[in-house]
């Protein structure tokens, strides 16, 4: 049994659609549990729609949905014909679900609407995906994830309930399997026990799929994507980037800390614990052999290199010019627990406390009120952090030459650097 992962650049039109067709047409004799994101740009329209609403702007959040709706109908009607109209009707479903809560007012917090109708960008793309596979004889069934994947309502980052999850695995997944041959569900979304709506993290697809992987006990995991394999840096940020062809999960587990997009963070652990290959492929050249992620020794990395914009800075000085020690900063990690903020960089001075943050408007400005009680604070946005493994000189002068370093951190295997403008 094979567990396939397609993100949303490989569905993001009807040609690309067909093509991830063609790549499980393949593979149709075989054991499958395919995971697919929500279209391309998806996700992002219905954040929109998610601002809007929260923002009391009924009529503006309808209309942004409301593209949505018609991007995902017209997809459908080019790509069905026998199977359309069953199609339309488990999407209306769908639409139905998000614009009832469209139409109330927000009484609740941001992260909890955001999860009850980013989720849906997921169930929209694989139910067309699952339809039109149906059609061109590729036989497959449809699972809502909601109903496997149960969480906790930790909204926008939600932690899965492993015991619960996997008996539903067990008993509904696995035989589903074996009697239909693939199975065809969403990532990145879960369920509480009151059927509230939950997201597992940005790119949490890759997540969804390794822990299929895991409580399958699947022979192999491979996330197709639009780059040949796991690369050293982002191509479109870096000209010199360079395809890696074998990883360790040690070296993956560290890539993904510092921000590497092409592996969630919480993805390889699901995979190490069990010894399961994991492959990173191209869906627009499946021949390419990829990257191939397993227990391994490595020698003669190249420089690997991870870029995270839209960042953040807070500076926090001690108002008395006393000392910053335990704590004071121990009330700050309890702001970070208190409003699941994850510091990217913290750095520690005798009466200052920085730390390096996601651009968060909604979080970004609560933490600096309330940590103004205690400190004076700054903040400054619209940074990069940059971070090099496996450094060298050579790298390090190109990749800062002109730039504004505010921060430095450095190990011997790793330097972090916030950039300015």
């Not at 695995?169 to 199975?183: C, N």
């Not at 699941?340 to 960089?345: A, Q, R, T």
């Amino acid at each position: 049994m094979k567990v396939f992962k397609f993100g949303g650049a490989s569905v993001n039109t009807t040609e690309r659609i067909k093509n991830v067709g063609a790549i499980i047409d393949k593979y149709k004799d075989g054991q499958l549990l395919i995971v697919i994101s929500a279209m391309g740009k998806t996700t992002n329209a219905l954040e929109k729609v998610v601002e809007a609403f929260f923002n009391n702007k009924k009529e503006e959040a309808l209309q942004l949905f409301e593209q949505v709706k018609q991007q995902h109908l017209s997809t459908a009607k080019y790509l069905l014909v026998t199977h359309y109209i069953a199609c339309e009707d488990r999407l209306k479903s769908f639409f139905t679900e998000v614009e009832w809560l469209l139409h109330d007012k927000p009484v609740r917090e941001f992260d909890y609407y955001y999860d009850q109708v980013v989720c849906i960008g997921e169930l929209l793309s694989t139910t067309i995906v699952s339809f039109f596979l149906n059609e061109t004889g590729i036989k497959n069934k449809w699972v809502d994830v909601r109903d496997i994947f149960r969480t906790d309502d930790n909204f926008r980052d939600a932690n899965v309930d492993w015991e619960y999850t996997q008996q539903k695995v067990t008993t509904e997944i696995l035989p589903l399997i074996k009697s239909t041959g693939i199975v065809l569900t969403q990532g990145f979304i879960g369920s509480t026990d009151e059927n509230e709506s939950t997201t597992l993290g940005r790119e949490g697809s890759d997540y969804t799929a390794d822990i299929f992987a895991n409580m399958l006990d699947a022979e192999s995991q491979t996330i197709w994507k639009d780059v040949e394999g796991v690369m050293n840096a982002d191509p479109k940020l870096y000209k010199e980037a360079q395809l890696i062809s074998e990883l360790n999960y040690n070296e993956v587990i560290e890539m993904a800390y510092y921000g590497a997009q092409v592996i969630h963070p919480k993805t390889i652990k699901p995979l190490e614990n069990k010894r399961i290959p994991f492959y990173v492929k191209c869906f627009l050249d499946p021949n390419l052999p990829g990257t191939v992620i397993k227990k391994q020794a490595l020698k003669n990395l190249p420089p690997i290199i991870v870029f995270k914009e839209k960042q953040v800075m807070i500076q926090m000085k001690s108002k008395d010019f006393s000392f910053v020690g335990e704590k004071p900063v121990g009330q700050l990690y309890h702001l970070f627990e208190e409003m699941n903020i994850k510091p990217n960089l913290t750095q520690n001075g005798a009466i200052t406390f920085t730390c390096v943050l996601d651009d968060r408007p909604d979080k970004i400005e609560k933490l600096a009120l309330e940590a103004s009680a205690v400190f004076d604070v700054e903040v400054a946005k619209g940074l990069t952090m940059l971070t090099i493994r496996h450094y060298n000189k050579e790298v390090f002068e190109k990749l800062t030459e002109g730039k504004t370093i505010l921060l430095r951190q450095q190990t011997p295997d790793t330097i972090q650097l916030l950039l300015g403008q």
